[in-house]
């Protein structure tokens, strides 16, 4: 059974940088799946980020390409986001997700991180 | 604004069977099956419950079931349980290559 985990710093500054891992448990990263990012504004509904095969593969959301880097590290089991210039709309939960088949939806999810951006 | 349309809230008794619907266009639902369905409880990640249009996830009871007509998907719960109260959110591809989702229904057990 496939585990995440989600960790990083709880509060960013504006137009800096935003940076998640996400531990991976249960699963060698470079066996297979899709692994990716979804994203929860307090009291809002979902987005997609962005969702990478284990092969390199990657699929953006348009609205935030300009912005993210998702990579793998294998040596450590784990996946990583990058969010650039964010602003206080950035504010939200992080999720990492994956799934055995595809990218166009999850089964597995992280518990999610909430990442405050501070004006 | 999101790109599915879901009502905000719908209610029902235990027992009853419900219906949550989600529209698109012809560049997403319409055109696709890869509309998927997620279940959020306060505080908890989502649970995926719904994918391919109709498919239940593993472990998904069979008590929910997915569909799709035309440009409009739906969920629905049969046998409402107290334990069925949560939010829901559909999801699908589009034609320009990225998934959009839904605002959400809150499904609320009389």
């Known amino acids: 059974q496939v585990q995440l985990q989600e960790s990083g710093p709880g509060l960013v500054k504006s137009s800096e940088t935003l940076s998640l891992t996400c531990a991976v448990s249960?699963?060698?990263?470079?066996?297979?799946?899709?692994w990716g990012w979804m994203r929860q504004p307090p009291g809002k509904g979902l987005e997609w980020i962005a969702t990478?095969?284990?092969?390199?593969?990657?699929y953006y959301n348009p609205s935030l390409k300009s912005r993210v880097t998702i990579s793998v590290d294998t040596s450590k089991n784990q996946f990583s986001l990058q969010l650039s210039s964010v602003t206080t709309a950035d504010t939200a939960v992080y999720y990492c997700?994956?799934?055995?088949?595809?990218?166009?939806?999850?089964?597995?999810w992280g518990q999610g991180t909430l990442v405050t951006v501070s004006s | 604004q999101s790109a599915l349309t879901q009502p905000a809230s719908v209610s029902g008794s235990p027992g009853q069977s419900i219906a949550i619907s989600c529209t698109g266009t012809s560049n997403d639902i319409g055109g696709y099956n890869y509309v998927s369905w997620y279940q959020q409880h306060p505080g908890k990640a989502p649970k995926l419950m719904i994918y391919?249009?109709?498919y239940r996830a593993s472990g998904v009871s069979n008590r929910f079931s997915g569909s799709k007509s035309g440009n409009t998907a739906s969920l629905t719960i049969s046998g409402l349980q107290a334990e069925d109260e949560a939010d829901y959110y559909c999801s699908s591809y589009t034609n320009s290559g990225t998934l959009v989702f839904g605002a959400g229904t809150k499904v609320t057990v009389l």
């Open positions: 249960g699963y060698s990263i470079n066996s297979g799946f899709y």
């Open positions: 997700t994956s799934d055995r088949n595809n990218w166009y939806w999850a089964y597995f």
């Open positions: 990478m095969y284990h092969t390199g593969s990657t």
């Open positions: 391919e249009s109709s």
